[in-house]
Nanobody, 120 residues
Framework: QVQLVESGGGLVQTGGSLRLSCVAS????????MGWYRQAPGNQRELVAR???????SYGESVKGRFTISRDNAKNTVYLQMNSLKLGDTNVYFC??????????????WGQGTQVTVSS
């Protein structure tokens, strides 16, 4: 089991910045990628950013150039720096951890989510 605890959400004005953090604990020894996803009410959960244990990154189209994902493997922590925030970034942001247990066997764990609200 992997436990994920997110922090850093809150209220910010358009154009502002926030930094989200997600700390993983528990059985993290075979954890691989970590990422951030967001989900507005009535919508599907969508990728915001993802980073592998080796540092490879991928981003959702709507956040490219504005958000940056990073991780500290020693601290089992992933960060999401969000700049130039827009009203459309208002969402609940979820941290996800992916791991590999064996050949063809993996796992996903999710955090409880943190609310980000962008106001005009």
């Amino acid at each position: 089991q992997v436990q994920l605890v997110e922090s850093g959400g809150g209220l910010v004005q358009t154009g502002g910045s926030l930094r989200l953090s997600c700390v993983a604990s528990g059985s993290t020894h075979n954890m691989d990628a970590m990422g951030w996803y967001r989900q507005a009410p009535g919508n599907q959960r969508e990728l915001v950013a993802r980073i592998t244990s080796g540092g490879g990154t991928s981003y959702g189209e709507s956040v490219k150039g504005r958000f940056t994902i990073s991780r500290d493997n020693a601290k089992n922590t992933v960060y999401l720096q969000m700049n130039s925030l827009k009203l459309g970034d208002t969402n609940v942001y979820f941290c996800k951890a992916e791991g590999i247990i064996g050949p063809g066997i993996g796992y996903d764990y999710w955090g409880q989510g943190t609310q980000v609200t962008v106001s005009s």
